[in-house]
């Protein structure tokens, strides 16, 4: 017990003690000290708990941060409102932190106190921090040809340098919410080097919904705070994001909360980062026109995958699996509701009257590994019918679709680079699974593959020695 007073007497002494300077000029200014290893604490005798500000306190702190080098500030404020003003004058406005970070690159930024009616706890510490060698800055590429994003998961504070053919389109996948602080510490420079104009932060990236575009090939990025944030970076050319009004991403490594696509105005994206595992679509209203791309989207939309009209019934069509890094949700008009998940057991058992597509992992996209293996179970008897609407086999890459019932192979068919598929032709079989096997051993663009199953009037003594073959010209 005495413990505890002693503990409360000195946090009141604390309190105490940290005297409220006073501001009548309106702007107090913060230049870095000559040792810049020491923390700038306001007020000076402020350690951890803020002083309490009067009503009606108002001041403009002013942190100045010269070329190649940041300020890391840690502020703490309730019961008020405090702007976080930045080097480009965009706005942050905070009411409660409790020493979170915030980041001023070149020439600095301004803290906005006003207290109002009300008094507040208000306190902050800067500490000024030199660049990393930019000799040290990781460096990439993007191209036109490419289409799967660039990732780059945030490991580190090696700032990073990225190159298109065009220009570099940036964009971010969300982390935790606790952790979005740490997004103000990834700085987006127009550039390719540390001195270049400053396009934004990594949480102004995500909040604004949208993508940061150089004027020119290089973009580089500064990582000023906690490597720990874990975001995903992601990079493209520019030539495969234009037109873009809105953008957003989510990462779905477990079940996926509902997600809405507002293309109210105009072309709007929703990315969604699968991991190394499987997306599954399971519903979507609203009305408009949905397109699906393997990997990013594209103006040729070589690696488009599906097109959902949203006023018709897509009931037979959903569940829908999804293979690859990434999947993206296109609109350009209209809005939707999406449901997601990742589960497995929603792709193995399909109903009568499903029909749906098939794909490689990276469809559309030169890779290296485009294996896939798809198993499909129908309640009993079924016929399946696919139809391979495009497939890339190089020499030792085959696709191959097998029919089994009861584990009997009752059907099977396999290509390669001698026996080429003929496209958009129609092949039936009778079984009661269906196995879909890609192996690529070269690289290649995969395979795009359109299926139905319908249940059958044959008897089952018959699937071994029928298969109707129905060519449309």
Known sequence: MLKLLFLVFISWVQLIGAVVPDCKSGTIIFDPPLDRSTVTWYPRNFTNNAPLYPNNYNCTYQINVPQGWFAEIQLTVSSTTVQVIDQMGRVETTSSSNSEFFYFIANGGKLKLSTGVTSANFGFSVLW??????????????????????????????????EAETRVSATIVPVNRYKTQYLRGIIYLDGPNFTSPCLGTGLQLLNGNTQFVSKGNFLTVLILGNSGSNPL???????????????????????????????????????????????????????????????????????????????????????????????????????????????DAYSLNIDYGRKGIITSAEYGTSWNSQDV????????NAKFQY?????????????????????????????????????????????????????????????????????SAVCQSFWTIFVAVLVFF
């Open 129 to 162: 921090k030199q660049y990393d060698n930019p000799t040290y800055a990781h460096k990439y590429d993007v191209s036109k040809s490419e289409a799967v994003p660039f990732s780059y998961f945030l490991y580190g504070n090696k700032p990073i340098v990225v």
């Open 233 to 343: 970076l992601l990079f493209n050319d520019f030539y495969n994001m234009n037109g873009i009004k809105r953008f957003e991403a989510i990462q779905c490594d477990a079940i996926c909360s509902e997600m809405k696509i507002d293309a109210s105005k105009g072309r709007s994206v929703f990315q969604v980062d699968n991991g190394e595992s499987q997306y599954i679509l399971q519903k979507m209203t609203g009305f408009g026109k949905l397109d699906v791309y393997a990997g990013n989207l594209t103006p040729e939309k070589r690696n488009l995958i599906a097109s959902y009209d949203l006023t018709a019934d897509n009931h037979l069509s959903l569940p829908q699996v999804f293979k690859g890094y990434f999947t993206t949700f296109v609109m350009e008009s209209g809005n939707c509701t999406i449901s997601q998940t990742n589960s």
């Open 373 to 380: 293996v798809t198993k499909m179970y129908a309640p009993g």
């Open 387 to 455: 139809s391979i609407k495009s497939v890339d086999l190089k020499t030792w890459d085959s696709l191959e679709v097998v029919g089994r019932n009861d584990q009997q192979v009752t059907f099977r068919q396999k290509y390669n680079s001698t026996n080429y598929p003929r496209l958009n032709q129609n092949v039936q079989f009778y079984a009661s699974e269906m196995d879909v096997i890609f192996d690529s051993i070269s690289r290649n663009t995969g395979f795009l593959m359109q299926y139905s199953v319908e249940k």
